[in-house]
C-alpha cells in the first residue's frame, strides 16, 4: 500500500490535478536522493520502472543519474531496491530498431564511471537470485552495446573474474545459463581476459556444465558452454593448454559410444 500510496501521489500535483509524465519523472528522481528513505527510494524506482518503457527518454534523461547512484548505495543492501534499478538501467540501456541512439547515449552514461561497472561485477557475488540474474542481464546488455569499454573495465574490476567463475557454480540452471551467456561476450576477442579466466579455473567449470548438460550430444547450454570452453585458447599457458587437453580428453571418452 505504501507503494502505491506514494506513487499516486506523485502522479498527482499538490492540487490533485493530473501531472505530465515529464512532471512525474522529475518528482520521482528528487526521491531517489540519498538524503530521502530507502523506503521512499525504493518506491521511486518501482514507480520509474513502470514508467521507462513509454517514457525511456525522460526517464534516461532525469532520473539516470539518480539511479546509478541507488544502484551504488542501496543494491547491497536491499534486494528488492536491488532488482528493481538494475532492470530499470537494463530497459534504458536495451536497443531496438527505434532507439539505438538513445540506448547507446545511455549506456555511455552508465559507464561513464569505471565504478558502476566494478559494482556490477561486485553484485554477481551476491547469491540472491534476482539481484544475481538481473546482474547478469545488465552486464550482457552493456556488453552488446559497448564491449570493448566493459572487458576494460572487467580487468580492473577487484572482484571480476572471481565474480565470474562465482556465477559459473551457481546450481540454479537459469542463472548459469545466463552466466554462460555473458561470458562469451566478456572474452569475444579479449586474450588479456581469456587467460584471467583460464588461470582462475574457468575450464573446470565449463567442463562441469557440459558434463551435467550431457556433453557433447547436449543441447543449447552444453554447445554455448563448450563455445566458451574453446573460446578460451588464445594464448593461454602451457599449463592451461594441458589441462584443456586433459578435460577434452574425459569429455570425448565420456561421450562415446559403447558396444556391446
Known sequence: MDFLSQT????RGPTGAPQSAQDTVAKLSDRLSPSTLLADRRAAVLALKGLVRDCKQDVGDRAL????????NDAEIDAEIAKAVLETITQLCESDDYSKDLALKHTDY????????HILFSL??????YTRYATLQLLSTLLQNRRSQVQGFFLKAPAGASSVIAVLEDKREIIRNESITMIQMLI????DIQKVLAFEGVFEKLFNTVTH???????VVSQDALQCFFGITTQIRVTSAKRLFQHCYAL???????FP
Open 8 to 11: 499516486y501521489t506523485a502522479l
Open 65 to 72: 543519474p539518480g539511479l546509478l547512484q541507488v544502484l551504488q
Open 110 to 117: 552508465v559507464i561513464g564511471s569505471e565504478q558502476t561497472v
Open 124 to 129: 554477481l557475488g551476491d547469491t540472491h537470485f
Open 188 to 191: 569475444s576477442q579479449s586474450p
Open 213 to 219: 548438460e550431457g556433453g557433447l550430444e547436449g543441447g
Open 252 to 258: 570425448f571418452c565420456s561421450s562415446r559410444p559403447t
